[in-house]
């Protein structure tokens, strides 16, 4: 059983913080902790920054990314536009894993999860009606969903989807990581490595 160890402003604000991924209640506590001990540096400005995102941040309309504006910078990037490369993907977080990555001058599609009939997850669920009317401004579409049991039903109800409209659809390729050990990959890690091997 545990105890309050502060008054019910310090106990709401370690529950809320336990809420957030990575952060169960104890990182939480030492968090609220640091955060006390910092008040004028951290606490103060971290409250106006929080205050601000809730009234500035919005979804893209056009793509699903988070930003402050909508449609946002990428997609209002006429760079962009040149490459007719779009990747799928299935949360913001890898939208902005693929920047941080350096990809190049790309544009994105957040679906905003996977099919998932155990969960009640369908294709309407998803922003897949909207994929396919971005389709045609595209040359290649890359579906860039994780390699789970789910995320490979959402590629394929995806190409199955956009088959009719002529535009080239690919997957990220699966297999050796960069720096990966063969002796330390998973046997599936492994199969899909010699089915997807390249040219030397």
């Known amino acids: 059983m545990s105890h309050a160890s502060g008054g019910p402003e310090i106990e709401q604000l370690i529950?809320?913080?336990s809420r957030l991924?990575?952060?169960?209640?104890?990182?939480?506590?030492?968090?609220?902790?640091?955060?006390?001990?910092?008040?004028?540096?951290?606490?103060v400005p971290l409250s106006a920054a929080l205050d601000r995102a809730v009234e500035a941040v919005k979804v893209c309309q056009t793509c699903g990314n988070i930003d402050t504006?909508?449609?946002?910078t990428i997609c209002a990037d006429p760079r962009r536009a040149e490459s007719g490369l779009l990747i799928v993907v299935e949360d913001v977080a890898d939208l902005?894993?693929?920047?941080?990555?350096?990809?190049?001058?790309v544009r994105y599609h957040v679906l905003g999860g996977v099919l998932s009939p155990?969960?009640?997850?369908?294709p309407d669920d998803l922003s897949i009606d909207a994929l396919a009317r971005r389709a045609a401004d595209y040359s290649e579409i890359v579906i860039g969903v994780n390699a789970t049991v789910?995320?490979?039903?959402?590629?394929?109800?995806?190409?199955?989807?956009l088959a009719g409209t002529g535009v080239k659809v690919t997957r990220l390729a699966h297999g050796v990581p960069v720096g990966g050990?063969?002796?330390?990959?998973?046997?599936?890690?492994?199969?899909?490595?010699?089915?997807?091997?390249t040219s030397f």
């Open 69 to 72: 504006i909508s449609p946002c």
């Open 96 to 105: 902005w894993a693929l920047e941080r990555a350096g990809v190049g001058p």
């Open 15 to 17: 529950q809320l913080l």
């Open 181 to 197: 050990e063969l002796d330390y990959l998973d046997e599936g890690t492994l199969a899909q490595a010699l089915k997807a091997r």
């Open 150 to 161: 789910e995320g490979q039903t959402t590629a394929h109800y995806i190409t199955d989807r």
């Open 21 to 43: 991924p990575g952060l169960g209640p104890r990182s939480a506590r030492r968090a609220v902790l640091h955060l006390i001990k910092k008040k004028e540096q951290l606490m």
């Open 118 to 122: 155990l969960d009640g997850v369908g």
